[in-house]
């Protein structure tokens, strides 16, 4: 089992979401977050006076697949979060030790 | 008596009421999270403590009977004699106590305008004493010179109708002196300071807007056309100045902001409220279309002089209340007021010298006096909340408590 972690914009949070339960994934967490990399932040203006604001909104979704849906998962993001802008973001792939359904006690695959 | 009259003073009193919490929005927006409350308890609390000085002594020190033309003597101390019946002096048409309750309230939320000048650092304490000697020593005596009997200012000629010199001036005035002296604010130029909540903020202008017909349309002090005048004037110059605020900013910074429109609009709101009972809309349109370039100015000001003025009480309420008072003697005219005078542009040259005189003079007091005042409460409690309270936010570390929780 793998974690796929991915940063995107989130005016695409909408159609990955979309991509990712129409293949089958069943659950997913998001997150907004704030962060930069290389598009880094914008400025903003206060009564004139002007803020550089490092940190810009983007939304974290975290989903744990079977290790090998993992290529589809990504593939599907890239091509749903992509515009070919700077900042869409970036997808971290990790393994997962375990997984337990809290409610029936389920552990492992059949848990997810 | 006049019933109708009675009725207007008394809801007008309510309308300056509410301001108070629509300044208490209007700044509390501006501020960061962790700084909300400390903030909204800034202005709010001045409903209570003001109140109390206000019925004690304040009212007779500002309008009791005539001390040399510069204060009111204690004659009237705990509203003693200011009952049911009209005064012989304020209001021939209304009771008393209803003037009295009108004006209590212009003495709560001009205190409470200053906070915009030290925000986020000051002491509950420290500001709680500064308040009460504050407007013992500054309110008081100045709306005695300006509207009292025999009050100084008001002997001179000068033209102040609902308060440009003894609220706006002063208030901006001294929040300039709070700013020098208090000091800056921790990070000042390399933290972001930026506004945590502007709808709150503009929630508190659309407040401040509407409670404002009650502070200048009620300064005529009875139901009749010179209140519509004051009225409309009123609507028209804040309406004028926030267009031309976010049309100045749209030039000078390329995007017209929601801060800037709001901002705007109090600029106008400062600026015809000396001016409200003897312009017309004309002028109106004149004096709120310069008070939005004014005040954008003054703001861009703070930051080369290097003052913290965290809310920007001096650009606005300063500068504004410094151009309404001016623009008083420029187009004030006794074809709207037959009580009051003409200005420059109506045949009388010598207005605008009687208005230069008492807004420098009330420059100089507010000045010196709010000095002294913050010299001597910074002797007694300290001024500041320690660096580590400042980090953490005045809610936790005055109050005990947070804005906002999960």
Known sequence: ?112 | MNAGDTAFVLFSSALVMLMVPGLALFYAGMVRSKNVLGTLMQSFIMLGIITVTWVLWGYSMAFGPDHAGIIGGLDWFGLKGVGMEPSADYGSTIPHMAFMIFQCMFAIITPALITGAFAERMKFSAFLLFAILWATLVYNPLAHWVWGVGGWMAKMGALDFAGGTVVHISSGISALAAAVIIGKRRGYGTTAFIPHNLPMTITGAALLWFGWFGFNAGSALACNGLAANAFVVTHVASATAALSWIITEWLHRGKPTTLGAASGAVAGLVAITPASGFVGPVSALIIGGLAGMICYGGILLKSKLGYDDSLDVVGIHGLGGTWGALATGLFASTLINPHGGNGFFFGNPGQLWIQFVSVAATWIFAFGMTSIILKAVDWIVGLRVTEEEEERGLDISQHNETGYSF
């Not at chain 1, 203006?45 to 290790?67: L, M």
């Not at chain 1, 849906?69 to 900042?87: D, F």
């Open chain 1, 1 to 112: 089992m793998k974690k796929i972690e991915a940063i995107i914009k989130p005016f695409k949070l909408e159609e990955v979401k979309d991509g990712l339960s129409h293949m089958g994934v069943k659950g997913m967490t998001v997150t907004e977050v704030k962060g930069f990399g290389r598009q880094r932040g914008h400025k903003e203006v206060y009564r004139g006076a002007e803020y550089q604001v490092d940190f810009i909104s983007k939304v974290k979704i975290e989903v744990v697949v079977d290790s090998e849906l993992v290529p589809q998962v990504i593939g599907l993001i890239q091509e749903k979060a992509r515009t070919g802008q700077i900042g869409d973001g970036k997808i971290f792939v990790m393994p997962v030790e375990t997984v337990v359904r809290i409610r029936t006690g389920e552990i492992g695959k059949e848990a997810i």
